[in-house]
C-alpha cells in the first residue's frame, strides 16, 4: 500500500510532460550533435566557418533558447489549463492509431503552412526582417542547438502560436502532444544540425532537411526555402523552392550547392 502510494505522489502529469519533454528533448538531442561535430566528413561547412562566419556567440544562442523554451512553458502551460477538462486521463478511451496518424498529419499541416507563411512575411517585410528575423540569420553557419535561437517575438509567433494551432486544430490530447512536439522538436534540431550523417532517417523521410535549410541561410538563398519544419509543399507551389546538389568536398564534408540558373541570379 504505502509503495503504491509513493508511485501515485511521484506520478508526472500528461501536461506536464507536454510541457517539458520537448525542452528535454531539445538539449539532449543537441547535446548529440555537439559531440558529432567533430566529424569534418560529414560537415556542411567547416569549423572555422561555424567559428568565424556567425555572428552570435555560443552563450548568447544559448540564453536566446532558453528565454524562448521559458515563453514556451508558460504558453504551454495556460493553454493546456484552458482547454483540459477535470476527467482522469487514465480513464479516457485508448485513441486508435488511425486517428492518432489523423491528427499527427494534420497537426504537421497546420504547422508548416503557419511557419512558412509567417516565415516568409519575416523576409518580405523589412522592418520586421531587420528588427526581428534577422535574429535568427546571424547564424549563418547553423548548428543544432541553434534551432530556437530566435528573437523572443518570433519565437512566440512563430513557433508557440504555431504549434498552439497544431494542437488545437489536430485535437490531440495532452498525452498525443509530448510524442508530437517531441517529434517536431527533434526535426527542427536535425535541420539546422549542419551535418549530412549517412543512414540520418529525416534525410530519408523529408525533403525538408539540413542541406535544403542550409540553403536558406546562405545569403544567396535567403528568399527561398521558407518551408519548415517537415514538408517543402509551400516552397513548391509558391515558387519559392531552390533545388541544390550535394557534392562533396575537396578537403572533407559536403556543400549544398544551388542549382547554376538560381546561383547566376
Same mark, same amino acid.
Given at each position: ?47 572555422? *566557418? ?11 544562442? @544559448? ?10 512553458? @508558460? ?15 487514465? *480513464? ?6 488511425? @486517428? ?88 527542427? @534540431?536535425? *535541420? ?74
Amino acid at each position: 500500500m504505502l509503495g503504491m502510494e509513493m508511485i501515485n505522489a511521484v506520478k508526472v502529469s500528461d501536461e506536464l510532460l507536454g510541457t517539458f519533454a520537448p525542452i528535454i528533448v531539445y538539449w539532449l538531442y543537441s547535446g548529440i550533435y555537439v559531440l558529432l561535430g567533430s566529424l569534418d566528413d560529414y560537415r556542411l561547412h567547416t569549423r572555422k *566557418d561555424e567559428d568565424e562566419k556567425n555572428l552570435v556567440s555560443k552563450t548568447d544562442v @544559448v540564453k536566446g533558447v532558453l528565454l524562448q523554451q521559458a515563453v514556451q512553458a @508558460v504558453v504551454a502551460s495556460l493553454l493546456f489549463a484552458i482547454t483540459g477538462s477535470d476527467s482522469d486521463p487514465a *480513464d479516457a478511451q485508448p485513441t486508435s492509431l488511425i @486517428v492518432l496518424a489523423r491528427q499527427f498529419l494534420v497537426g504537421m499541416m497546420v504547422l508548416d503552412t503557419w511557419q512558412y507563411f509567417m516565415h516568409r512575411y519575416m523576409h518580405q517585410n523589412k522592418f520586421l526582417y531587420k528588427h526581428i528575423h534577422s535574429q535568427h540569420h546571424r547564424l549563418v553557419v547553423p548548428y543544432a542547438y541553434g534551432a530556437l535561437y530566435n528573437h523572443p517575438i518570433e519565437g512566440l509567433l512563430l513557433d508557440t502560436v504555431g504549434g498552439a494551432l497544431s494542437f488545437l486544430v489536430s485535437g490531440m490530447s495532452p498525452r498525443a502532444s509530448i510524442f508530437f512536439f517531441s517529434f517536431a522538436t527533434l526535426k527542427t @534540431v536535425d *535541420d539546422h544540425c549542419g551535418l549530412w550523417l549517412p543512414g540520418n532517417l529525416f534525410h530519408l523521410l523529408f525533403r525538408n532537411n539540413s542541406a535544403y535549410h542550409d540553403i536558406h541561410h546562405q545569403l544567396y538563398g535567403n528568399k527561398y526555402n521558407f518551408s519548415q519544419p517537415f514538408f517543402v509543399m509551400w516552397d513548391r507551389i509558391l515558387g519559392t523552392y531552390m533545388p541544390y546538389s550535394l557534392e562533396k568536398n575537396v578537403n572533407g564534408g559536403f556543400e549544398a550547392r544551388p542549382s547554376k540558373e538560381y546561383k547566376e541570379e
